[in-house]
């Protein structure tokens, strides 16, 4: 029953860490903070009088930014002196003040009592700064006999002292960087009116600087996206989102150029008079003319007739446009993949040469996004996929294994197939040939298996199947779809014939274990095996 309440408490403490950590990226303030800081505390100690004290060493002035407290009035800032919350900054040290030692600390004026009623438990712990000094204290009191402050109580809060340490100062950062940046745009306002005073060409510089920054703050942003996203989609919907507070994008698409098949890929569209474009060869058109060349070009409709007529185009891709946008997506060593294309209808606003270079200045980091979090694919890819057959790997498979464990999954069952002479294969024909054969097997397998199925290459020649919610019926049409594959597929095999041993089992119940459910299905592959290794022999002989 111990095992059971730590374990508890445990998950209690690391969500209360992460509670704690998520109040440092909301919009709330740094009282609200305070506030939500208490109460999370109160969930995994009494905490109905807590406070918050916090120490400037410059100053040497204590200050109290927050305080709930049944007795005591909200203290104002003072200086460091003799007493509890002072010792613990002075110490750097968490300090439990049981009713004895509250005694000798109001003996040594360390401890002064409240005007109404004498707590009974003081219990306070440092907030250490990320620089190694005490940035203040978390602290809870009791005056209730009833509650007692345990060495329990004070590792629990010390426990999140550090989360809650790092949070406060994530959010102080965050109001100080509000503050300096509401006092910076202050400043660039009075600025602003004295040169709109004076001088009316500076406005025209302000507002250039402006851009400047907010195309900065762009190219931050896209940047941060790369970390923001869960997949390329999500990236992509983000870039538009950004790009249209920049320019008027309400037609918008990204393609990507796929140089192995020599296709124009259209992962992202948003167009209101056109259908989602599909995959398609190179043609001579808009998106090629900008592919091919490296450049990014702005299109009325004088120009579109001028590069018909010169023959750099063929056809018109800026139909129901009054001007198409373009800009290259490229690697960093200048390698054209892509492209990033606006259009406008008849009634929207028409693009300018300062749309033009806005679009052309973020492309390079849009480019750079798009690498970094395509990059992220395939290493993530590859981390759970075998690189020859395409299938999941062992540790994969292994992951799954451990789903089982929990019974979410009953019945489930777990097929293993091994493909019969890879060896004979690889010494006769040569390890390309065994690849194929093993590219061959994995193929069979995979379609032979449900869609909920996970299908893994766990060993040289050795496969498994986790079959989810499938009983002993299951498995076997499984296996039966495998062995039919097999027939079908030596029928018009010219190079080499696929035989492959197979065995399964089935979990009904946690009767069986999973480590026992897959000894049980090897076991009855080997079996197979035996059996075919037998048959061979026994065929050599006649």
């Known amino acids: 029953m111990e095992d059971i309440t730590d374990n508890k408490m445990s998950e209690k403490l690391y969500t209360a860490l992460y509670r704690i950590s998520e109040t440092a990226g909301s919009s709330i303030s740094l009282n609200e903070l305070y506030h939500a800081v208490h109460e999370i505390i109160s969930e995994l100690i009494p905490a109905k009088n807590f406070y918050f004290a916090l120490y400037d060493e410059k100053s040497n002035i204590l ?187 309400k037609n918008f698409y990204i393609t990507l150029y796929d140089e192995q098949e020599n296709l124009l890929h259209f992962p992202y569209c948003v167009d209101e008079y056109d259908n989602y474009p599909i995959s398609r060869p190179l043609r001579n058109g808009l998106v090629e003319y900008v592919i091919n060349t490296g450049h990014p070009v702005l299109v009325d409709q004088l120009r579109l007739m001028e590069m018909m007529a010169k023959g750099e185009i063929e056809m018109d891709d800026s139909k129901l446009s009054n001007d198409w946008l373009g800009v ?100 006769t024909l040569g390890h390309a040939v065994g690849d194929q054969l093993l590219i061959a097997a994995a193929r069979i397998i995979k379609s032979s298996a449900r869609d909920c199925d996970v299908v893994a290459r766990i060993g040289g020649d050795e496969f498994a199947i986790v079959l989810p919610w499938a009983d002993e019926q299951a498995a076997y049409q499984v296996t039966g779809r495998i062995r039919q594959q097999i027939v079908e597929y030596n029928q018009n095999a010219t190079e080499f014939f696929v035989n492959i041993s197979i065995g399964y089992a089935v979990q009904n119940d946690n009767a069986i274990s999973v480590q026992g459910l897959y000894k049980e299905a090897d076991n009855n592959m080997y079996q197979e095996k035996m059996q075919h290794s037998q048959s061979t022999r026994s065929s050599r002989r006649n």
């Not at 709930?68 to 750097?92: F, Q, S």
Request: include cysteine; glycine fraction near 4%; aromatic fraction near 8%.
């Open 63 to 249: 200050h109290f930014p927050y305080r709930a407290d049944e007795y005591e009035e909200y203290p104002i800032a003072r200086p460091l002196r003799p007493g509890m919350i002072d010792e613990v900054i002075r110490t750097g040290k968490p300090l439990l003040a049981h009713p004895g030692i509250l005694a000798k600390m109001r003996a040594n004026n360390m401890a002064l009592p409240t005007r109404k009623k004498v707590a009974t438990y003081l219990l306070g712990v440092p907030l250490k700064a990320s620089d190694g000094g005490v940035m203040g204290v978390m602290a809870v009191k009791a005056y209730d006999e009833g509650i007692i402050y345990t060495e329990k109580h004070r590792d629990i809060l010390s426990f999140v002292s550090d989360q809650v340490t790092r949070t406060i100062e994530r959010k102080r950062a965050a109001e100080e960087l509000q503050k300096y940046k509401e006092h910076l745009e202050e400043l660039v306002k009075e600025r602003t009116d004295d040169l709109d005073k004076t001088n009316a060409s500076l406005k025209e510089e302000i507002a250039e600087r402006k851009m400047a920054e907010k195309l900065q703050m762009t190219l931050y942003r896209i940047s941060e996206t790369v970390w923001s996203s869960c997949n390329l989609e999500e990236l992509y919907r983000s870039v538009h989102e950004i790009i249209v507070e920049l320019i008027p994008a």
């Open 328 to 427: 290259p997506l490229k690697t960093v060593d200048n390698r054209v993949f892509g492209a990033m294309v606006l259009k406008n209808s008849p009634n929207d606003m028409r693009y300018s040469e300062q749309h033009f270079e806005i679009l052309n200045f973020v492309s390079n980091q849009i480019a750079l996004a798009i690498e970094r979090k395509r990059t992220e694919g395939r290493l993530r890819f590859l981390s759970m996929h075998d690189v020859l057959t395409g299938l999941y790997n062992r540790a994969y498979f292994e992951e799954e294994l451990n789903r089982l464990k929990d019974g979410r999954y009953m019945p489930c069952s777990l097929i293993i197939c091994d493909v019969d002479k890879l060896k004979v294969v690889n010494d």
